[in-house]
């Protein structure tokens, strides 16, 4: 079987995509124009065997001092073989994605699979802030989409 990454972005296969992310924990209920228009503000990264997608990840970037890592997966039936090392590989070696000061990524249960590329918690976590809308992808309709941010119980929730 012939398995192979690459960033070529009339190969993703959107379905596929859409089809994992919006099930997915950090993902869930992402509606369709909102994945396409992360993919098209992304260096997008296909994991293919046979031809057919098997996985994914996203980096945004502005290509000289930082990169976020986004989205990466494997589908279930091709886990364990592998594939999320291959992706990880061709994504850091990416040669507009070479000389970055800072990556940054957030994940619940993966943290094997970016150590080995030198992915840490924290060093200081005070010095990082962020603004989660958890359930951004619930809200119906463009004006909830841009409804003021509320504190809720979920606060602080996993992404």
Known sequence: MAVEVDSDPSRID???????LASSYWAAGIPRETLRRAIDGSLAFGLYEDGAQIGFARVV???????????????EAHRGRGHSRRLMDAV?????????????LVTRDAHGVYAPH???????????????????YRAEGPAAASAPETATESEGEER
């Open 92 to 104: 850091m070696a990416h040669p507009h994605l070479q000389g970055l000061r800072r990556w940054l």
């Open 118 to 136: 030198g992915f840490t918690a924290l060093a200081s976590p005070h010095l990082v802030m962020e603004r989660h809308r958890a359930d951004v």
């Open 14 to 20: 959107f379905e596929v995509v859409h089809g994992f």
């Open 61 to 75: 970037s502005d290509f000289a001092t930082f990169a976020y890592l986004a989205d990466v997966f494997v589908l």
